[in-house]
């Protein structure tokens, strides 16, 4: 097991966001979480490192409950890689920089060993040739790309994707989405919000629809996308198809 969520709450004032979460995934996998707009999947995805502080239930990072006061939360958050709708890129660096710096600060690597892995890693997104442009000279695909690598360049226990291509043009989405799926052809742990149905189906193992702060319903893409048990998912895969 590498995330286990327990009655997992979120209230923002009055608007109860989640409304008791349970969630497991286990080394390996790769959970794709669908729903409409304010179901609440984009907030379990930021509650899984704290970015969002839970109201109520427990979260679990492998062997560690992350939601427990003692618990260094930058030491687990070092394990836990994301990668957000924008690309959180600092304009003034290069993209060898971008993903040297945190290896750097966080993990306290010297410049040389940062260097190489920054290189390795943005060879691996397809950007060896780019590794010195700024975020300004490359596309928004290239830049998310950036972040991927700089995400990979922290030897993440997880990954995790909220609506990683949502802020992309459609013809620069195929690329990231390519990236994201060699990962979990590579074995990366992946949680992924996300939209885009083909690469739901494509990669994932299990997949979940959110709806309302409820886990509605879950399944191999098989038994979501083709044999949808709930009503409210059948609407919802109705209107998106």
Not at 71 to 83: E, F, L, Q, S, Y
Not at 180 to 189: I, N, P, R, V
Not at 213 to 220: R, Y
């Amino acid at each position: 097991m590498v995330v286990r969520i327990e009655d997992l709450r979120k209230s923002f004032g009055d608007n109860e966001v989640l409304r008791g979460i349970d969630l497991d995934v286990h080394r390996g996998e790769v959970v794709v979480i669908l729903g409409p707009s304010g179901s609440g999947k984009s907030t379990l995805l930021r509650c899984v490192n704290l970015l969002e502080k839970p109201t109520g239930g427990r979260i679990f990072f492998e062997d560690t409950e992350i939601t427990a006061k003692k618990t260094d939360i930058n030491k687990v958050r070092a394990k836990v890689g994301m990668v957000f709708q924008n690309f959180n890129l600092f304009p003034h660096l290069t993209a060898k920089k971008n993903v040297m710096l945190a290896q750097q600060k966080v993990l306290h690597r010297n410049a040389d060993e940062a260097a190489r892995i920054a290189v390795e890693q943005l060879e691996k997104v397809g950007l060896g040739e780019r590794i010195d442009y700024k975020p300004s000279e490359l596309s928004g695909g290239q830049q998310q790309r950036v972040a991927i690598a700089r995400a990979l360049a922290m030897d993440p226990h997880v990954m995790l994707f909220d609506e990683a291509t949502s802020a992309l043009d459609p013809e620069l989405v195929r690329d990231v989405l390519g990236v994201m799926k060699s990962l979990a052809k590579g074995g990366m742990t992946m949680i992924v919000v996300t939209h885009e149905m083909g690469f739901a189906r494509d990669v994932a193992d299990r997949v979940i629809f959110m709806d309302g702060g409820f886990i509605v319903e879950q399944g191999t893409p098989e038994d979501v996308f083709d044999h949808p048990k709930s009503d409210r998912t059948k609407d919802f895969l109705g209107h998106i198809s």
